[in-house]
């Protein structure tokens, strides 16, 4: 079974820093796409940003690009989400999600393209 746990979420002012991390189950990891999505109180769930299974592709929503990097450890199947230039809008539970489909070459931003959710992790940027 699948099983992705994310962590590292927190209270913080904004203009500061996190970092995420999700550690998942399966030696399927280091064969697929990883990505980062987050959901505010009354708005639908919306990407943020995602890696291709080796590291050397990685898509960012518009409204993070150039504040956050994400990244992957492949020999320790984690992925983790650095957050930096923190501002409240950024607010909201945080969820990393996996993509089954093995060596995909294309990274998809759709909700729907995600096979396996973690339970999140709550992020608070205080102004």
């Known amino acids: 079974q699948v099983q992705l746990v994310e962590s590292g979420g927190g209270l913080v002012q904004a203009g500061g820093s996190l970092r995420l991390s999700c550690a998942t189950s399966?030696?399927?990891?280091?064969?697929?796409?990883m990505g980062w999505f987050r959901q505010a109180p009354g708005k639908e769930r919306e990407f943020v940003a995602a890696?291709?299974?080796?590291?050397?592709?990685?898509v960012y929503a518009d409204s993070v690009k150039g504040r956050f990097t994400i990244s992957r450890d492949n020999a320790k199947n984690t992925v983790y989400l650095q957050m930096s230039g923190l501002k409240p809008e950024d607010t909201a539970v945080y969820y990393c999600?996996?993509?089954?489909?093995?060596?995909?070459?294309?990274?998809?931003?759709?909700?729907?393209?995600?096979?396996?959710w973690g339970q999140g992790t709550q992020v608070t940027v205080s102004s």
């Open positions: 890696i291709n299974w080796s590291g050397e592709s990685t």
């Open positions: 399966g030696r399927f990891f280091s064969t697929v796409v």
């Open positions: 999600a996996a993509d089954k489909t093995r060596l995909r070459s294309s990274i998809n931003l759709a909700t729907g393209s995600y096979d396996y």
